[in-house]
Nanobody, 115 residues
């Protein structure tokens, strides 16, 4: 069964940048559209970026600031986050972009944007 391990989170000041990574245990990236999700305290998990048919899509709240990429040879997904805002504070996860293809959720990586 595929497993995800996210990393790269941390504490950053508003306006700062972070690069998140997600490593999958299996070669799923080539057959599944993948996505980055986040969940802030008291809120539902939301899809912030995903790749389908080589086209990357972003939630309006992160468009122009976040960039998603992948290295299928390394089974690794990336999320470059620039111009971070306090409202970006959340635990970030990767998984399939398709709800019916979700694998088990990984531990996530905490991103805290605060001065």
């Amino acid at each position: 069964q595929v497993q995800f391990v996210e990393s790269g989170g941390g504490l950053v000041q508003p306006g700062g940048s972070l690069r998140l990574s997600c490593v999958a245990s299996g070669s799923i990236f080539s057959i599944n559209p993948m996505g980055w999700y986040r969940q802030a305290p008291g809120k539902q998990r939301e899809l912030v970026a995903h790749i389908i048919a080589s086209i990357t899509n972003y939630a309006d709240s992160v468009k122009g600031r976040f960039t998603m990429s992948s290295d299928n040879t390394k089974n690794t997904l990336y999320l470059q986050m620039n111009s971070l805002k306090p409202e970006d504070t959340a635990v970030y996860y990767c998984n399939s972009a398709l709800v019916n293809a979700w694998g088990p959720w990984g531990p996530g990586t905490q991103v805290t944007v605060s001065s």
